[in-house]
């Protein structure tokens, strides 16, 4: 394994464990100070968001260790476990992301983002799974760097928006317009360009 990759994947394993460990800030906090900018959602789907923010982060945590081939070769069992639970986690956050992404308070254009992004989410690791459950380990190996490239949306969401909050001067709602598009396309184009090259 190249330097380059090691650094990158310790990179991605630590940013995908502090951004799932500070989506549990309500547990410390008022979900209102928590999460300010889903008061709306708080006041009318409280449920759904809940299901987000308590599956989501599983699987962003899980999910950073399932693309480690050590994990898969010295441990197939730990990586079958873990691999339910990631699917599970998708599935609940996911479907919870379709809901809150439908009423998202941007407007149209980070309604569809977000409606894109747990939709596709969805697919991605639908297919992942029926891929390993035909036994096809490579297109499940394929499926699954989409799946955690959508995934890994909560880490990029998260550091563009001070981006466009303090440079560009927009609040959450006009810079979700954004972040609704950007957190996880580029994510996608460059897992579609890594899996080509390798």
Known sequence: MSLGLNITRWLAAVFALLIALTAYRFLLLDM???????????AERRT???AHIVAAPVALAIGVFQLWPSLRARRPALHRAMGRIYVLAVLVAALAGLVIGYTAPGGAVAQAGFVVLALLWLCT????????RSRRIAAHRRWMV??????????SLRLQLPFFEMFAGMDYELASNWVAWSAWLPNLIFAEWWLRRR
């Open 32 to 42: 209102e100070l928590a999460y300010p900018g889903m008061l709306a959602h708080l």
């Open 48 to 50: 759904v968001l809940m």
């Open 125 to 132: 690791t639908g297919l992942a799974l029926w891929h390993i």
């Open 146 to 155: 989409r799946s955690y490239a959508l995934t890994f949306a909560a880490v």
